[in-house]
């Protein structure tokens, strides 16, 4: 059974700092693995996805990398600010499901 | 672009009642999934269907049931509401391997 875990739990970082989540996931046959966003009561917005072959994914500031026979992802934020401020999610897709992390909380102080 | 659009996007019902929460998705979506989150959780997956046909099925209630339509879009028929059922309910849809496309989501608020 697929398990997905991100660590920290909770980070709160000064404005301008960059910083790296991580996500790590038991079982290593996956399709993709998808980073979300999501604010305090709302809808999950997609960040970034990165398929199985690939090794990393970069839109804007945020960077995502995939090494799959080792189980783990990371995303990397650069210069952080107030507005990235939320819960992060990463996602493993099997065949016809996503198994979601634990999500990571996210603060960043002005 | 279009999204995937929920409805209702909010829903207060009694306990012992039934809701219905309907999904359509991104046109041309191949793959519609179901998720539930309750407060401070992660998305749990409930079920999906590819191509119009249950693909698979996670820790769903048997109280609960869905299906998808010939138009593509599905709906989550939830019986015997409890309070434990209050939660967000998402709906997503994908093509094939490409990236997910989560709706807005229904608040459903048992009392």
């Known amino acids: 059974k697929q398990e997905v875990t991100q660590i920290p739990a909770a980070l709160s970082v000064p404005e301008g700092e960059n910083l790296v989540l991580n996500c790590s996931f038991t079982d290593s046959a996956i399709y993709n693995l998808q980073w979300f966003r999501q604010d305090p009561g709302k809808g999950l917005t997609s960040l970034l996805l990165?398929?199985?072959?690939?090794r990393e994914q970069t839109s804007g500031r945020l960077n995502a990398s995939l090494d799959k026979s080792s189980g783990r992802s990371t995303l990397y934020i650069a210069a952080s600010q107030p507005g990235d401020s939320a819960t992060y999610l990463c996602?493993?897709?099997?065949?016809?499901?996503?198994?979601f992390g634990t999500g990571t909380r996210l603060k960043v102080l002005a | 672009a279009a999204g995937v659009i929920q409805s209702p996007r909010h829903l207060i019902k009694e306990k012992r009642e039934t809701a219905t929460l309907k999904c359509y998705p991104i046109p041309r979506h191949d793959t519609v999934y179901w998720y539930q989150q309750g407060p401070g959780q992660d998305p749990q997956f409930l079920i999906s269907?590819?191509?119009?046909?249950?693909?698979d099925k996670g820790s769903i209630p048997d109280r609960f049931s869905a299906q998808q339509f010939s138009d593509y879009h599905s709906e989550l028929n939830m019986s015997s509401l409890e309070l434990g059922d209050s939660a967000l309910y998402f709906c997503a849809s994908s093509l094939q391997l490409s990236e997910a496309f989560f709706g807005q989501g229904t608040r459903l608020t048992v009392v």
């Open positions: 996602a493993v897709k099997g065949t016809y499901k996503y198994i």
């Open positions: 269907f590819y191509e119009k046909m249950q693909s």
């Open positions: 990165i398929q199985s072959s690939q």
